[in-house]
């Protein structure tokens, strides 16, 4: 478990039901459960020492709300800290697997100019095959303030449709996403 890995960690998590399931799970350790949104963080800047993301980023609705993801996780980010994130590559089956629910994956080839205009200071981005099968693409992406430092960030990989063809479900105004286990 991820958390096991670390000293402290902040979990910052949209569902106030999957919070509350967290916080409980987690109640008396290193862990912090925020009921937020990642989009727009109520965190002060250079407050972390890292971020990941783990198979969550095709759940953020549209590109637009991805990059306003970007920037929050390079504001909120010590200068040089590493943004760490992990996403399926596109495939048919997971898309279908997505049927009602938000799927919106992330282009490797668009993603490091993302990167770089959400506030890093260093970016590298491509994709790779394994397996017979489509991989997550690979970015190295640096938090603003010391360049030449730089985390790897793997996104998934889109197909080619517009953001009108995207899957959003919204409540109140607001996106909302679910959680796969």
């Known amino acids: 478990m991820f958390a096991e ?36 963080l109520a965190m002060a800047d250079a407050r972390f020492s890292a ?6 980023l095709h759940h953020v609705p549209s590109a637009e709300l991805q990059d306003k993801l970007f920037a929050e996780a390079a504001r909120v980010l010590r200068p040089g800290a590493p943004f760490i994130a992990v996403d399926a590559a596109w495939s048919a089956a ?15 080839a668009t993603l490091e100019p993302r990167l770089v205009a959400a506030g890093s200071t260093t970016s590298r981005c491509g994709s790779r095959a394994g397996a017979g099968r489509p991989s997550p693409g690979v970015a190295d992406a640096g938090a603003p303030g010391r360049s030449g430092q730089a985390a790897r960030a793997l996104s998934s990989r889109r197909n080619a449709r517009t953001s009108a063809g995207s899957r959003v479900r919204r409540i109140g105004g607001s996106a909302r996403t679910r959680s796969h286990r």
């Open 5 to 40: 890995q670390v000293p402290k960690l902040t979990s910052v998590e949209i569902d106030a039901q999957l919070a509350a399931l967290l916080a409980e799970r987690f109640e008396g350790s290193h862990v912090t459960v925020v009921v937020g949104d990642a989009t727009d």
């Open 51 to 56: 971020a990941v993301c783990f198979s969550m």
């Open 94 to 108: 997971t898309e279908a697997a997505h049927e009602g629910d938000t799927y919106q994956p992330i282009d490797p």
